[in-house]
């Protein structure tokens, strides 16, 4: 079974910190994502990353970065906590779609993150 | 861009009863359509997928979905609810992005509470 294991399920940080979450998958996948889930708005792509060192913007990248510095980790910064930001943040991951197909997501459980 | 709606923000329904979640999407092109199921406290696991074909898929759980090009549908179906059914649903369509992820866009989601 793919697993992805986020580090933390629950964080609780204070306003102008800077914060890491951290994902790791160990399907040797070559895509990864972060989301965050609101109540009421689903899921929404904050970055994703085809390969190590490559990232690209989702729909919501404002005050985020990230890293990947190898295959199977990838990194959601918070370069200042802002209390907006507290949300649940799900990570995925997935091989890129051979010959144009496409290939699941399969998430991580979760980091609930509180900015107080 | 593509779009997802769930219209229904929560439903509820006995323990034996069918179910029905409805699922809108909005894509330029032929749509990779997904339903995923999230336990409380869980991630995102993969119930059923359509890419193309035959437009009655069954997944895990005992659940269906039918792919309605003419009504931009896929709805996700159940004969006989179980407790353990109570859950968030979220139906998400599939699109090309750069390099070679393929992005997701989830909808609000569909809470469902099973009644003993």
């Known amino acids: 079974d793919v697993k992805v294991t986020q580090s933390s399920r629950y964080l609780v940080k204070r306003t102008g910190e800077k914060v890491f979450l951290e994902c790791v998958q160990d399907m040797d996948h070559e895509n990864m994502f972060w989301y965050r889930q609101d109540p009421g708005l689903g899921l929404r792509l904050i970055y994703f990353s085809y390969d190590v060192k490559m990232k690209e913007k989702g729909d919501i990248p404002e005050g985020y970065s990230v890293s990947r510095e190898k295959k199977e980790r990838f990194s959601l910064i918070l370069e200042s906590a802002s209390t907006n930001q507290t949300s649940m943040y799900l990570c995925a991951s997935s091989f890129p779609p051979p010959g144009g197909s496409y290939q699941p997501q399969h998430f991580g459980d979760g980091t609930r993150l509180s900015i107080l | 861009a593509q779009s997802v709606t769930q219209p229904d923000i929560h439903i509820t329904v006995s323990e034996g009863a069918s179910l029905e979640l409805r699922c809108n999407y909005s894509?330029?092109?032929?749509?990779?359509l997904f339903w995923y199921v999230q336990s409380p406290g869980q991630g995102l696991q993969l119930l059923l997928k359509?890419?193309?074909?035959?437009?009655l898929v069954q997944g895990i759980k005992g659940f269906e979905a039918e792919f309605k090009r003419s009504q931009s549908s896929f709805n996700l179906r159940k004969p006989s609810v179980h407790w353990s059914d109570a859950a968030e649903y979220f139906c998400a369509v599939g699109a090309w992005t750069s390099g070679s992820a393929r992005q997701l866009t989830f909808g609000s989601g569909t809470q469902l509470t099973v009644l003993p």
């Open positions: 359509y890419f193309s074909g035959d437009t």
């Open positions: 894509y330029g092109a032929t749509p990779y």
